[in-house]
């Protein structure tokens, strides 16, 4: 029987797949410390305890996408084609694949797979709050930018130096009125 030598689980595990987090049966079947054909005999025993929520086949298309997502090391040889099209376990099969293995290994093992999921779910949930929470900011500052800039606007004439003031003429001026002067002219003689 494969041992397993995980204490905690690897967070690539873990994957998306049509928009489920699932774990593919031959990671489960590493983390639990059997085969995977020992996992899949026990789950095809157990059929009616895994619906489609808990378990799921990937299509052949998806089994590809797979297979070329993976390390070059546990590929198929060219020209082979995926034999056997994996099962996908949410967390609820994941778990119920513990409870029909009847090892101990598993049972332990159980315990590691539902934690993985929760931090999982933990970062889901920190990010999409943390998504929600810069909307917001944005939005404020939307609000207060608007609102800076025509605070800014009106203070913007106090930044500017003060005018020159006037200047005094150099020299010399006088203030007085100008007087009426009369010309006289001279006269003709008659």
Known sequence: MKTSKLTTIPEDVIRTIRGQRVILDFDLAEIYGVQTKVLNQAVKRNASKFPEDFMFRLTRDEAEDLRASRSQSVTL???QNVKYLPHAFTEHGAI???TVLNSPKAVEMSVFVVRAFVKMREQLLATAT???RLAEVEKDLLI???ALRELFDQIRPLLLPPPDPPRNPIG???NER???YRVRRPQRKR
């Open 77 to 79: 040889k060219r020209g």
């Open 96 to 98: 119920m694949a513990a």
């Open 130 to 132: 943390l998504a929600k």
């Open 144 to 146: 207060h930018d608007a």
């Open 172 to 174: 010399f001026s006088v």
């Open 178 to 180: 100008r007087g009426t």
